[in-house]
């Protein structure tokens, strides 16, 4: 500034100094009924920056290249955050004008992100628009681009907390095209707005000014994820947020467990997509880079200091919750690994299998391309060590017992590690959700398990690991809970007598079945029965009414349930015609059920198209037999 005095200019940078460190150093100790105190006395200090920088400009009365004075012009068309050609128009930054503009502009910015700080949204805003007034005038240069995408930064992030995604999105996409054009235009390390009040013996490094400068795009690309994400443009939105954290890795700004965490739940997007190299990728990174934040303190050094309570807290939960995404990752890659090998029955597909195994080689060949066009985390230091933690899971889909169960194992690992941090005591609901994950690997890998009898340990691990927390769970306030997991034992209780049967089948028919094995077959077809009443149970009334109107969640649930105690009650042997005479009936009931259903609710037959037409043909055979049974016990009697 030629018109101020050294001594003055001095006093305005030791003012933009205070006013900084107040704002972000001192403002962290601010009393709690005064939370505001710091940032009210940089606002005070801003201020008075601002009406230095205005006097000497009235005072100064410099003429623009058209003869126009500066304080005359008339303003040009408001800005609205869309795109812009902020290049072409306005002074040179670096000229006189331009660098007034500038430096208004950037204490323009800095009070209106104090207003915002201290909840005055609206001052804040309008301090920001400013900023956006005094750019209007200059040129986007090295000199001024910072200030350019931070202050649409600041406004991306003011819309967006008002729901107002449009409107953010127009700043922040702005901000992005800024960066992208000054890179390819120019890309010399940009001033940083901290350097508009900086005495140049202060003034910052190359490195510095390019660091900051990246830091503020980073910003940009981590806000536009966040709006991506609001308007429903998932894919845009995991694209953006994969290259803010490679940035964060490449800049070395970031905190590492709110990182992993971020890259892990990326991973869930990849998942549900079916890409499963990125995700595992991701994975792998958030395990490495978690480790960074270093070892959980022991529980003696919690026990003497709240801080270390808290981080021992924190780095446990956080690294718990990977391990749960890590669970899902096995999950759906075993579930989606299924699905291309099941048959029209949910069995294993021979054929399919051969013809995938055949396939495998050429996919393998295109997944080490796939590698080299993806976007790797990490850096020199974290590469192989993230590498390392890929060799230890597959990402291509498993095609037989062996590689299901390498990726099984990896899940139970993690099953592990979730339930050490996520106990019944105190985490119920995650508690279970893990166990329930558990229990869906066995239920997976037991699909590529051909021996029926080792299929139906694995159900029965499940069983194991279910049964005794549903029966202990207080149905009032885990009603739904308690319904999923009844559910899931009747369906498993039903799995375990369909692989008994088979066992017995292959060993003799029903008819000359032992007495152990009758036994037990009526034990397995009896729980599952019990578990799908005691589903249909819970949805009665206090009075024991059960619902004449079915709800969407639970329509299929229902009539599956029917439909399969009908079945169950069918199967049973007894040698005493009285019993078989009364599952008959029960089963014969929830037949007609079904059908009934169905009849008064047409636009129910659609979930339950094949229960529906064996329930309709079983409706009609089982009274023949019924009054067969009838008429040999009168005979009898």
């Known amino acids: 500034m030629a018109s101020l005095s050294s001594d003055e200019w001095r006093a305005v940078c030791d003012k933009f100094t205070n006013a900084l460190n107040l704002t972000e150093v001192e403002s962290r100790n601010d009393p709690e009924n005064d939370p505001f105190r710091s940032k009210y006395k940089a606002r005070e200090l801003l201020r008075e920056i601002y009406c230095s920088l205005k006097s000497f400009e009235a005072g100064d009365g410099e003429e623009d290249s058209r003869g126009e004075s500066t304080e005359q012009r008339p303003p040009e068309e408001p800005l609205d955050g869309q795109t812009e050609d902020v290049f072409g128009r306005g002074f040179s930054a670096d000229s006189p004008a331009g660098l007034r503009a500038a430096k208004l502009g950037a204490v323009e910015y800095y009070l209106g992100v104090n207003h915002v700080e201290t909840e005055e949204l609206s001052a804040g805003q309008e301090h920001l628009m400013n900023c956006m007034k005094q750019l209007e005038k200059c040129r986007a240069s090295s ?55 900086t005495t140049e013996e202060n003034q910052l490094t190359h490195q510095e000014r390019t660091k900051r400068f990246e830091l503020a795009f980073t910003h940009t690309m981590y806000y536009l ?104 990752y096995c999950l759906n890659l075993l579930e989606d690994a299924k699905k291309q090998l099941e048959d029209n029955i949910g ?75 996520f106990q019944m005591d105190g985490y119920v609901t995650d508690h279970i959700e893990i166990l329930q994950d558990h229990s869906a690997l066995f239920r997976i890998l037991a699909f590529f398990e051909e021996d029926p009898e080792r299929r139906c340990k694995m159900h029965k691990r499940r069983v194991d690991m279910l049964e005794p927390i549903c029966n202990d769970l207080n149905s009032r306030y885990y009603l739904m809970i308690r319904r999923q997991m009844m559910f899931e034992l009747a369906e498993t209780y039903n799995e375990m007598m369909d692989l008994k049967l088979t066992v017995a089948n292959r060993q003799a028919d029903t008819q000359t079945l032992d007495n152990h ?57 007894t040698s005493s015609p009285t019993a078989q005479l009364d599952n008959l009936n029960k089963s014969l009931e929830n037949y007609k059920y079904v059908v009934q259903y169905c009849e008064s609710h047409p636009e129910a037959a659609a979930a339950v198209e094949t229960e529906l037409e064996l329930s309709t043909e079983m409706a009609g055979l089982l009274p023949l037999k019924i009054n067969r049974l009838k008429a040999k016990l009168a005979t009898n009697n």
């Not at 396939?359 to 590469?383: I, N, P, W």
């Not at 799908?532 to 009334?541: R, V």
Request: net charge negative.
């Open 143 to 197: 000199e001024n681009v910072s200030l350019y995408i931070h202050v649409r930064n600041q406004l991306g992030i003011l819309w967006a907390g008002r729901d107002e995604t449009q409107m953010a999105q127009g700043f922040l996409e702005t901000a992005e095209s800024i960066y992208q054009r000054y890179m390819k235009e120019d890309g010399t390390p940009p001033t940083d707005m901290t350097e508009y009040f």
């Open 517 to 573: 094995t009758i036994k037990k077959f009526n034990h397995l077809c009896s729980a599952s029965a019990k578990y799908y009443q005691m589903f249909l149970d819970s949805l009665c009334s206090p009075e024991g009414k059960f619902p004449e109107h079915l709800e969407d969640e639970v329509l299929r649930p229902v009539l599956v349930a029917r439909f399969r105690v009908a079945r169950l009650h069918s199967r049973l042997i």
């Open 347 to 421: 069995e294993l597909d021979l054929d399919r299998q051969d013809e995938l195994k055949r396939a495998r080689r050429r996919e393998e060949e295109e997944e080490e391309k796939g590698r080299k066009s993806a976007l790797l985390f990490g850096s020199e230091d974290t590469f192989d060590s993230i590498a390392s933690v890929e060799e230890k899971v597959m990402c291509l889909f498993p095609l037989d017992f062996t590689e299901a169960r390498s990726v099984f194992l990896v899940g139970q690992n993690y099953v592990t590690q979730a339930k050490e941090y």
């Open 225 to 328: 994820a966040q709006v991506y994400k609001s308007l429903g443009q998932t894919e845009r939105a995991a694209t953006y947020c994969h290259s803010t954290l490679q940035r964060q890795l490449q800049l070395n700004q970031f905190s590492p467990m709110e990182w992993a965490l971020n890259a892990a739940t990326l991973s869930q997007y990849y998942i549900t997509k079916g890409r499963f190299m990125e995700g595992r990728h991701c994975l792998s990174a958030a395990t490495v880079i978690s480790g960074l934040a270093g070892e959980v303190p022991s529980e003696a050094a919690a026990q003497e200091s709240e801080t270390e309570n808290e981080r021992r807290e924190q780095l446990r939960q956080k690294r718990a919750e990977i391990a749960r995404c890590w669970i899902k």
